[in-house]
């Protein structure tokens, strides 16, 4: 690319942070309006026909699949004061926690909302729909996010499957914005420690493809929503007061790759289960430690029938460090980038597409 070009070359403008150590890159420029009379229309665009957004900012030379994108659009709901597509190396999730708490913290950094001391309430639309957020602020700093999860419930409960090299497993099924399958980590024999991860990730992987090959799984209103993509290893659940307990956990969401996080949809999994069994009831919370020690804290609020499913409503609070400000350059001449599926989304970018 000659100098000129590169001058000239189209920029997408981000803001990196974390939740819990799971790497969020937020797009807040760069990007052209997506057509779609909803936030869940624009995501199914972008899945259909601009993946290269996804594949450009997540995998090398820009990205790593550990990571995850959320695009900032406007939102189609009046209620809300911004919209967000969630791109994961998996694909697009209409729902993700610690996602979630990044989007809230970017739109508060950026102004798009205007910080206020103290709490403050505002709504993001999601592909899955509205999310209610509250933001606490302390001289000028986000402290913390609060969000809704979405209400969870178990589909399976201790069902047995035999996986190869592993044995016979035990593992429940929630779904809590995707689908989890729910294994406890002493049986399998893990501490859920760092030196772990990468047996802990194998391990995983087996048990999804035993489970993926065996069954699929449908949601009581959005139908097959494809085939089993995650699975959460539970530690041991401690009782530190009487409404809120504490556990160890990870989640595994692709072959190689172990949140950094214990997710915010993972956190909402185990809500669900433990309201399954009747160890917690509504105003309890349970925090989920990560093999990095971080966490994530889960409010069990509320429950609701759904045909043949006791719902779990539920909060999910944790905290989004912003990393960096930067512009990435889209330079197509570059033999490691892949711009098909990104042309026609860039901003002043029309004749190249």
């Given amino acids: 690319m000659s100098p000129t070009a590169q001058r000239d070359a189209p920029l997408i403008r981000l803001i990196d942070t974390h939740a819990g150590g799971d790497v969020s890159r937020i797009v807040i420029g760069g990007i052209t309006p997506l057509p779609g009379s909803t936030v869940r229309q624009q995501m199914e665009y972008l899945r259909d026909d601009a993946d290269g957004l996804r594949q450009l900012l997540l995998f090398e030379p820009h990205g790593i699949p550990e990571m995850s994108v959320d695009l900032i659009v406007p939102a189609t709901d009046p209620a809300a004061a911004a919209g967000y597509i969630i791109m994961e190396v998996m694909g697009y999730p209409i729902y993700s926690g610690s996602n979630t708490i990044c989007t809230a913290t970017a739109v508060l950094e950026t102004g798009i909302v205007p910080k206020q001391e103290g709490l403050q309430h505002f709504t993001l639309e999601a592909p899955a729909g509205l999310v209610k957020i509250e933001a606490r602020v302390e001289n000028g700093v986000v402290e913390s996010i609060t969000c809704e999860g979405l209400p969870s419930y178990i589909d399976t409960y201790r069902e047995r499957i035999h996986v190869p090299s592993i044995g016979d497993v035990t593992y429940s099924i929630a779904y809590s914005g995707g689908f989890y399958a729910l294994v406890d980590a002493a049986e399998l024999g893990f501490s859920l420690t760092r030196d772990e991860e990468r047996a802990l990730a194998d391990c995983a992987h087996r048990i999804v493809e035993a489970i993926q090959a065996e069954r699929g799984f449908s949601h009581y209103t959005l139908g097959d929503v494809g085939p089993l993509p995650f699975l959460h ?121």
Avoid: W
């Avoid at 990870?250 to 809500?271: D, E, K, M, N, W």
């Avoid at 045909?307 to 960096?324: D, P």
């Fill in 233 to 353: 290893f539970m530690g041991p659940v401690e009782r530190v007061a009487d409404d809120f307990y504490r556990s160890r956990s990870t989640t595994y969401v692709h072959p190689g790759v172990i949140c950094r996080s214990t997710t915010g949809t993972g956190t909402s999994a185990r809500l669900a289960l433990m309201h399954h069994e009747g160890r917690i009831t509504p105003g309890d919370k349970l925090e989920t430690v990560s093999l990095r020690e971080t966490g994530f804290i889960g409010e069990f609020t509320a429950t609701h029938q759904q045909g043949a499913h006791r719902v779990v409503e539920n909060t999910i609070t944790g905290k989004s460090y912003v990393l960096a400000h930067s512009d990435i350059v889209v330079n197509c001449d570059d033999p490691m980038v892949q711009c098909n599926g990104l042309h026609h989304i860039l901003a002043g970018n029309e004749k190249a597409a």
